[in-house]
């Protein structure tokens, strides 16, 4: 009896304290075979559906970079991680630049709609636009660097002028369109409702959690979120059944937010989730050895699309890390094997299969550089001997028969720094402390907690950490010009609160003279030499080194409900992006249920 | 006190327990003579590694001289072991997705299965209603059944350093064995690999020393604060007792482990070597030794030796030594012991949490367990990186604990059973 | 009466001292953390932003919202200020929620998750232990080790081994979360079943470990008392057996009592494990998420409502006492 009573009283407490915010009518137990689960994107509790504000903590709706997430909002454009392409999603058309090069014209696809029903036309995206600048939110700072000013010729024309640089062309035209591929649109008269209830006052405007915000996308249909989970429902009035042919395969896509990698894994396993976001170490085991229906993309290592390559940076503030020799030598005595085996359990290409250079595992960018012109400086790893003859000529040596190097005197003490919790990044640290240890160099691990590893890093003087991680590359419109500039860039060197690039302070003119030269540059030959030429320096100057490759979402799934999910070499060719973000959308609507 | 330990040592309890922990210590000292070398090498490419013995395979087919051992029904066991029942199943299930009807298919006639699966198997063939998954494990069966039925030689080749040609070294027949002693390097992993490739065994062992030195320095430090205050506290009482009392409520107050946590994380990781988190372990758990004493303090002040020796004029300290000390001398080794076993505990939550002694000289319990669960052993099926790290501190707060109760039942008689 | 009242201003003035140092601490530790809050939160909202003047802005933005650009005796004040007002601030990880909001939320879960856990788990102990020191023999012989050996494996340790043999071996019990996977929260039986369901493997872990500390501890406080004079004498009287043992057991009580209201009081500190393991909500995940992230107002929040729990239980026990037990009245009189 009392522990009836005991029950009652707590599903009543919990009732109590997962005040959901509902939109209308979700049904309180969702069908298995009309839900797409997710795990792996969304962490804690959703705080906002404004696309203005800043916090929003709601990357399923509101994520992903030059691939943006498009289940709820919609971009005028896709990014397609493979081909490295635009392809159109609310625009009609490819983008175009008139003949000065000074702006770019985008079309409106005329059959899109809201899901209140009203036509989405350029008034919408200038409304967009103007309110990011009005508001000072990232986009618009950031993005008001690049671009002017947003300009709607009629309903369905819309045009976006570059800033021009003191010669009449934009500052970097690689930036337009990757801001025009990550602009996300509401309805203009939603802005204006919204402006006139903040009464113009910024943080009012960007902190209204906006739960009656209108959006164009597949599943802005309806939404459910508490605490513990996030529904949303799939809109059947959808506009791009034109644009696709049909809606969406899933009724309902769901999220619970996992407490950590571990839940999140168990329920991947217990077939509760289809698509999983999450690192999963030794992934194969579970088809393998467990034999659950879960697949990666690809089905041998790497299992995945290594699109990032997080880096060891070399902090040049400290004395001894500006001797050349010592960069190099603990580059190439690291067991990359090793890293790749036990930190990322074989979910990164090796650097045997794709050599390091600076751009990720994608055919587009390693088509950017000469391979042939670099292939003497690429290193394999886990040169032992090589390493120790280096640092003997530079006159780094152990004098004092301690087993440890000294450098003007004194014993070299380095620490190897990640944030707390990182796992693959902590377990790849824990490899190149091991390396310090072989060649003479005492390299001890540090795992700060994540906030006091940005406050402390991002500090241009900053000397407590002398080897630390940061990924470097990416895929959107300005990569791999964008990875040069995140690991070689003067422009940061100084700057406080840097969490762009170059953290380590590397200064090298002729870089800058390059970096400034690629966006400007449409000659083909002339790019590749331009790319090659940094890529050699890189590689002779190391400033960081790469320490394996690894995808921007992974992208693992569980076949007990659905099937048909994107895989290397089928026939539909979307990315492996979760089914959510950029082009990989499209996976979406080609999903089948495994018992219809 | 020789009476004392003489008594101790005819409880049982007690007994079991000090074996116990005398045993642990013995092997956390003499294994690592057997097995020299760092417990943190990093030995294997690959997390995980199951216990057994690893003979070098290399070794096994350069070195090591070979038997002909005749073993019937050999060939049955490792066609079993290539294609199980369960593979058949899933070619029949294939090829009935590819359009076979069923009663074609005897998936009990090898010969007959694997004839008709050569002649219809595509790989790049997506039959309707077969997940991406399920047709990815049958090309996996298909890579696997070539040779199934007649053994084919393994053949070696090495490579001529001189003419770069390849020369046959060995030819490896089906009932060739080799005699497991006779190879020169083997590795027996007793608890196989942790997810760095480090011997797992050896590392527990390493880390059991280190976690019973942190509850050593982080038991003896709060005991020995506990039992101070708790003596002055209790023995002279009005505002030095308020005061105590005071940061012991204060303790109280803020949760002994969020405290921790935070003054852990203040320290940061670059200070925490094993010594320091003992001594910050030790400094936030001395509280309710402090109560304790207190109170039996309180019950002894007024004993009528004590005021003696008070209107003989001794310094406190002299009176605290001679006069408070012994009577309380069994329960502050009591409270020690739980000090101690507490302190294990405590350093194994807050490596958990990521927040224990930096990593690279030593490995803890806690930090075993920290990347066990990271790189989820636990969803492997790999037992051996978490399990024995739980039972190890469980043994050694078990024995601990034993030894108390048996300490107790000596110096409280009415326990006795 | 007289002396009662001196009694309880004193304990009272020490409370009140003992508040206010902890409100300090509570306020001054979690700002001690060597980490900028308003870095990780800059990183994480300019993620993939390529203008560096642009960055800067938003954090100095944030500065200004957050407060962290005054001195730290101007944000004390400030912080106290709304502390009387009844306003513990607003979260910086997950702004603009305000602190009261999230501990709200998650300590509905805590208590519904430890407050039966430790009832029932003190209980069963008690239980058990009174049967050991009543019985004694073959019973009271196996108690012993199997309670040393339960309440001496580490708490993350037992919920581990249970979430692997229940929840992933046996696949018994679901292994995290509050409620299944595919429902909304709803006033259904198939609901409320959910609930219970998902309930178990947080609460028994919890139970069990507390059941082995709480069985040792009151057989040798029972045992303690049934060997005291007043039994004996009682027994020489004839006094019925059911009679003494009923005073004896209630007599063992009071000390565990006084252990149950402690622990009732310090029940969020204890949730973490438990809650870390088996993905549930409450408040230990919610201060392990405020210190990853340095997230000072959340911290504070979180390890305030601790601290006026536990004052406010140790306040009541020790005014209980001073009611009911005259060698308290005494110590205090002298």
Redesign the interface.
């Known amino acids: 009896m009392t522990r009836k009573l ?6 009543l ?6 005040a ?1 915010v ?1 939109g209308a009518d ?5 069908p ?1 075979n009309e ?1 797409l ?1 997710f795990a792996g994107q969304q962490w ?2 959703v ?2 559906w404004n696309i203005f504000g ?2 929003q ?1 709601n990357s399923l709706v509101i994520g992903g ?2 691939a943006s997430r498009v289940i709820y909002f919609e971009t005028l454009y896709m990014w397609n991680d493979l081909d490295g392409q635009l392809y159109p999603l609310l625009a009609q058309g490819e983008p175009v630049w008139n003949d000065e090069g000074t702006e770019i014209t985008v079309k409106i696809n005329p059959a899109a709609h809201f899901n209140n029903g009203e036509p989405v036309t350029a008034n919408d995206v200038v409304a967009v636009w103007d309110a990011h600048v009005k508001y ?1 939110t ?1 986009t618009g ?2 993005g008001s ?1 690049y671009i002017s000013a947003v300009e709607a010729i009629d309903d369905g024309t819309v045009v976006f002028k570059a800033v021009l640089n003191d010669e009449g062309k934009p500052i970097n035209p690689l ?1 337009l369109p990757n801001q025009i591929c ?1 602009l996300r649109i509401t309805s203009a008269a939603w802005i204006a409702a919204l402006d006139e209830k903040a009464g113009g006052d910024q ?1 009012a405007f960007k ?1 209204d959690p906006a739960y009656d915000i209108v959006a164009s996308g597949p599943y802005a249909g309806s939404y ?1 979120t ?4 996030i ?1 949303l429902e799939r809109d059947d009035n959808y506009w791009g059944v034109a644009l696709w042919g049909k809606l969406p395969a899933p009724k309902y896509l ?1 999220h ?1 937010f ?6 999140g ?3 991947l ?2 077939g ?1 989730v289809d698509v999983s976001q999450q690192f ?3 992934v194969e ?1 579970m ?3 467990k ?5 990666t993309y690809i ?1 041998e290592p790497p299992y995945q699309l290594g699109l990032v390559q997080p880096s060891a940076i070399y902090n040049l503030n400290i004395p001894v890390l500006n001797e050349l020799a010592v960069r190099k030598a603990i580059a190439i005595a690291v067991d990359y ?2 890293i790749n ?2 930190a990322m ?2 979910q990164s290409a090796t650097f045997e299969q794709v050599p390091r250079s600076l751009f990720n595992t994608t055919e587009g960018q390693q088509a950017a550089y000469d391979h042939d012109a670099v292939k003497d400086l690429q290193w394999a790893g886990k040169d032992i001997e090589g390493a120790k003859a280096l640092l003997d000529e530079a006159g780094i040596v152990d004098s004092d028969g301690d087993g440890w190097r000294e450098y003007n005197g004194e014993k070299i003490t380095l ?1 190897a720094v990640c944030p ?2 990182w ?1 693959d990044w ?2 790849s640290m ?2 190149v ?2 390396t310090g240890k072989e060649i003479g160099v005492e ?14 890093f ?1 500090n241009p003087d900053q000397t ?1 950490y002398a080897i630390y991680m940061q990924s470097i590359g ?1 895929s959107g419109p ?1 990569y791999p010009w ?1 990875s040069i ?1 995140q690991a070689m860039s003067g ?2 060197v100084g ?6 690039g170059n953290w380590g302070q590397y200064v090298n003119p002729h870089v800058d003279e390059i970096i400034a030269a690629i966006p400007q540059t449409s000659d083909e030959a002339e790019l590749k030499a331009l790319y090659t030429e940094a890529v050699q320096i890189y590689l002779t100057d190391i400033p960081s080194f790469q320490l394996m490759y690894r995808p921007s979402l992974f992208h693992t799934v569980n ?1 007990s409900v659905w ?3 994107p ?1 290397q070499g089928d026939e539909y060719g979307y990315p492996p992006n979760d089914l959510t973000d950029g082009y990989g959308v499209g996976a979406l609507y080609e999903l089948e249920l ?1 018992n219809p | 006190m020789r009476n004392t330990l003489r008594q101790a040592s005819h409880s049982a309890n007690f007994m079991i327990g000090f074996v116990l922990i005398i045993a642990i210590l013995i092997m956390v000292g003499v294994y690592p003579l057997f097995n020299p070398g760092s417990p943190l090498d990093m030995i294997g490419l690959g997390t995980f590694f199951k216990p057994g013995m690893y003979i070098s395979m290399y070794d096994a087919a350069e070195t090591a001289p070979s038997y002909t051992l005749r073993i019937d029904g050999a060939a049955a066991k490792r066609i079993d072991a290539k294609l199980p029942q369960s593979d058949r199943e899933s070619m029949k299930r294939w090829l009935t997705a590819y359009g076979v009807p069923e009663d074609a298919i005897d998936v009990d006639d090898l010969n007959d299965l694997l004839n008709l699966w050569h002649n219809t198997y595509d790989e790049d063939a997506r039959p309707a209603g077969l997940t991406s998954a399920f047709r990815r494990s049958v090309a996996r069966i298909d890579a696997a059944l070539d040779g199934l039925l007649e053994p084919l030689d393994v053949r070696v080749y090495t490579r001529d350093p001189q003419s770069g040609e390849m020369n046959e070294t060995a030819r490896i027949r089906d009932d060739q064995f080799i005699n497991v002693s006779e190879v020169v390097t083997t590795r027996r992993l007793w608890l196989g690999t942790d997810n760095f490739g480090r011997d797992a065994f050896k590392e527990l062992l390493a880390a059991t020393g280190v976690s019973l030195k942190i509850g050593l320095i982080a038991g003896l430090i709060a005991t020995a604060l506990g039992l101070m205050l708790g003596l002055l506290s209790g023995f002279v009482g009005g505002l030095v007792d308020d005061i105590i009392m005071f940061f012991a409520n204060l303790f109280t107050v803020i949760p002994g482990f969020v405290l921790l946590i935070l003054i852990s994380y203040s320290i940061g990781q670059e200070q925490r070597g094993a010594t320091v988190v003992a001594a910050v372990i030790g400094c936030t758990s001395w509280v309710w030794t402090t109560r304790s004493v207190r109170a039996q303090t309180i019950s002894l002040r007024n004993r009528d030796h004590v005021n003696l020796s008070r209107l003989s004029g001794h310094t406190l300290p002299r009176i605290l030594a001679t006069d408070i000390l012994p009577y309380i001398a069994s329960y502050v080794v009591m409270a020690l012991i739980l000090q101690i076993c507490s302190g294990i505990l405590a350093e194994a939550q807050l490596s958990m949490l990521g927040l224990g002694p930096k990593t690279t000289e030593t490995p803890t319990l806690g930090l075993m367990m920290f990347w066990g669960m990271t790189y989820a052993a636990h969803q492997n099926g790999a037992w051996w990186a978490y399990f024995p790290v739980i039972l190890m501190i469980a043994l050694v707060s078990f024995s601990m604990n034993l030894m108390n109760t048996g300490l107790d039942q000596v110096f409280n008689p009415q326990l006795r059973s | 009466m007289k002396g009662y009242r001196k009694y309880f201003l004193k304990k009272l003035f020490w409370f009140a001292i003992t508040l206010i140092a902890a409100v300090i601490l509570n306020f001054a530790l979690p700002r001690m953390m060597p980490s900028d809050p308003i870095a990780t939160i800059t990183q994480r909202v300019t993620e993939g932003m390529n203008n560096q003047n642009a960055v800067m802005q938003i954090y100095r933005e944030y500065a200004r919202k957050f407060g962290t650009d005054q001195p730290m005796w101007k944000q004390f004040f400030i912080y106290i200020g709304n502390l009387l007002k009844g306003d513990m601030g607003v979260s910086f990880q997950q702004y603009p929620r305000k602190v009261s909001d999230i501990v709200a939320a998650s300590v509905v879960w805590t208590i519904a998750l430890q407050l039966p856990a430790i009832l029932v788990g003190w209980m069963i102990g008690n239980l058990l232990g009174a049967l050991a020191a009543y019985l004694r023999k073959g019973f009271d012989k196996a108690l012993v080790p199997i309670s040393l050996f339960i309440s001496g494996l580490p708490a993350f340790g037992l919920a581990v081994t249970l979430l692997v043999i229940f929840g992933i071996t046996l696949k018994w019990l679901p292994i995290s979360g509050g409620y299944s996977y595919d429902m909304l929260p709803s006033f259904s039986w198939r609901f409320i079943k959910s609930v219970i369901i998902h309930y178990q493997m947080p609460f028994w872990s919890i139970v069990l470990i507390a059941i082995g500390g709480q069985a040792i501890g009151m057989r040798s406080m029972s045992i303690y008392e049934l060997n005291a004079d007043y039994v004996k004498y009682s027994r020489f009287l004839g006094v019925k057996d059911r009679k003494v043992v009923g005073y004896v057991f209630r007599n063992a009580m009071l000390p565990q009592v006084t252990g149950l209201a402690l622990s009732i009081g310090t029940m969020i500190g204890g949730a973490l494990v438990a809650e870390t393991i088996f993905s549930y909500p409450g408040l230990g995940s919610t201060i392990m998420g405020g210190i990853t992230s340095a997230d000072y107002p959340l911290i504070s929040g979180v390890t305030l409502i601790i601290t006026v729990m536990v004052l406010t239980m140790s306040f009541a026990i020790e005014m209980l006492y001073g009611v009911i037990d005259p060698r308290v009245k005494a110590a205090q009189s002298e």
């Open positions: 005991c029950a009652l009283a707590l599903s407490a919990m009732l109590l304290s997962l959901g509902a979700i049904p309180s137990e969702l298995r839900t689960y804690g509790a705080l906002s800043a916090n903590n970079g030059a000072q990232g700072v950031n660097t930036e990550q943080d902190n459910y508490d605490e513990t989970k529904v769901a619970i996992y407490a950590d990698n571990a839940a894994r168990a329920a396993e217990a509760e999963n170490s030794d085991k088809w393998l050895e034999g659950l229906p879960i697949s089905d094997d090793q085996a036990n359990t074989h620490n707390n919790g796992s902590q377990a824990e490899v402390a091991a390299i001890t691990t540090f795992y700060p907690e994540a906030a006091e590893f940005y406050a402390v991002q407590q990416g300005t964008n500039r422009e940061f700057q406080q609160n840097n969490g762009s076949e099937t048909n999910y895989e495994v």
